[in-house]
Every structure is written in C-alpha cells, then in structure tokens.
Nanobody
C-alpha cells in the first residue's frame, strides 16, 4: 500500500513563505508524475504544480502561482516539496500531494496524500 505523508502546512501572514513536504513510501518503484493540488472551501480541487521526473521537461504551474511556488524533490526522489513564497490570502486551501506511480504489488495507480491545511491571513 502506497503512503504519502504530508507536513509543513500552517498559518502564515500574507507575503510569507511555507514549504510543504510529502514523503513517499518505499514500495514505490517508479514515479511517472508527481504534483501538488489544492482545494479551497466551496471550490473544486485544482492543480498547483506537476512534474514528470526523469522526462527532462520543466515543471508546470498554475498561472496563479507561477513565479511564487516551486516543486522539487530530494536527491533520492523519496520526498517531494512545494516551496511557497509571497503567499496570498487566496492561496488558503488544503494542499494535497499526488503521484502517478508503480509498485510491484499493484502496478501503476494514482495516489494522494492526506492533505495539509495552509492558511494565509493577517
């Protein structure tokens, strides 16, 4: 069973920064796509940033976060991050990490983290 464990959310003032982390379980053998999504109250879940590891292509970002958010991984690829700078009140949402990944037991599937609350308020 794949587990994605998120951390790093919290309350921050406008203009501040947060870094979200998402640790992947060790049974993941290959990741095709990894990303971050968010869902604000009363709204649908939306993509924030996605990347295809090993593809050589650049990460893609929602227009609303371009230049402020950065998706990355550690050198092992086991933990993914979302660095969020110059946060705005409209960034307030529950943030979810996501992977499209392969495991020996279950093949290729989508997997989601449990979500972490980010609140931007003065």
């Amino acid at each position: 069973q794949v587990q994605l464990v998120e951390s790093g959310g919290g309350l921050v003032q406008p203009g501040g920064s947060l870094r979200l982390s998402c640790a992947h379980s060790r049974n993941i053998l290959n990741i095709y796509v990894m990303g971050w999504y968010r869902q604000a109250p009363g709204k649908q879940r939306e993509v924030v940033a996605v990347i295809e590891p090993g593809s050589g292509t650049s990460a893609k970002y929602a227009d609303s976060v371009k230049g402020r958010f950065t998706i990355s991984t550690d050198y092992t690829g086991i933990t993914q991050y979302l660095q969020m700078d110059n946060l705005k009140p409209e960034d307030t949402a529950i943030y979810y990490c996501y992977v499209d990944a392969y495991t020996r037991a279950n093949g290729r599937h989508d997997h989601w983290g449990q979500g972490t609350q980010v609140t931007v308020s003065s």
